[in-house]
């Protein structure tokens, strides 16, 4: 079974600059998740889909960030302008609830370093 | 809210036991168990719903006391490939966000 697919992998801007990050989950699963890593830090949540609908996105700066999951599977993450505090890996995990329900399944992420 | 771990980092020799605690200041319905290694996705352990049942992965058990929010991750016998970053994720309710502490460093010596 293939794994969630993240890419680039790195990416490195200036800041004001833009920068999308793109996100193929696991076959089958509903659920789709991208959350933000600041280095040593646990991973934080921005937006949780399911299926092409948002569920969450309280702690998404909406004045730059947007996200979106057309027709329930490829996701996008969008920054523009970035910051410099938007340096971080950007995961992206998704789940199913029928298949080992509540368990996420997380890409290798894209690291976004903002000079 | 985020949980809180605890301690904040522990190196160990390999054969020794430790325990990383995860604890939360609102009712919760799970408690998930995840290690990252450096420069790698975080990799799911086991998830703990409420009812106080303890769930095993290899030598790594978890518990889950619902009274007190609190849930803690025993490694026994540790082993070299335990070495990486623990983290605690809640949800207050199924389907609800998984929000995840700040984690534990474990480092497993020789």
């Known amino acids: 079974e293939a794994g969630v697919a993240q890419s680039p992998r790195y990416k490195i801007i200036e800041k004001r600059q833009s920068v999308a990050f793109w996100c193929n989950p696991i076959s089958g699963h509903a659920t789709l998740y991208w959350y933000q890593q600041i280095l040593g830090q646990g991973p934080k949540l921005l937006i949780q889909f399911q299926n092409n609908g948002v569920v969450d996105d309280s702690q998404l700066p909406k004045d730059r960030f947007s996200a979106e999951r057309l027709k329930g599977v490829d996701s996008t993450l969008k920054i523009q302008p970035a910051k410099l505090e938007d340096s971080a890996v950007y995961l992206c995990?998704?789940?199913?609830?029928?298949?080992?329900?509540?368990?996420?399944?997380f890409g290798e992420g894209s690291r976004l370093t903002v000079l | 809210q985020q949980p809180v771990q605890s301690p904040q980092a522990v190196i160990l020799r390999e054969g020794e036991d430790a325990v990383i605690n995860c604890s939360s200041s609102?009712?919760?319905?799970?408690v998930h168990w995840y290690r990252q290694k450096h420069g790698e996705a975080p990799v799911f352990l086991m998830i703990l719903l409420k009812g106080g049942e303890q769930k095993g992965h290899d030598k790594i058990s978890a518990s889950f006391n619902e009274k007190k929010q609190q849930s803690s991750l025993y490694l026994t016998a540790s082993q070299l490939s335990y070495s990486g970053t623990y983290f605690c994720?809640?949800?207050?309710?199924?389907?609800?966000?998984?929000?995840f502490g700040g984690g534990t460093r474990v480092l497993v010596k020789p």
């Open positions: 995990a998704s789940s199913s609830n029928r298949r080992r329900p509540g368990e996420l399944f």
């Open positions: 994720g809640t949800r207050k309710a199924a389907g609800n966000k998984l929000t």
């Open positions: 609102k009712a919760l319905y799970s």
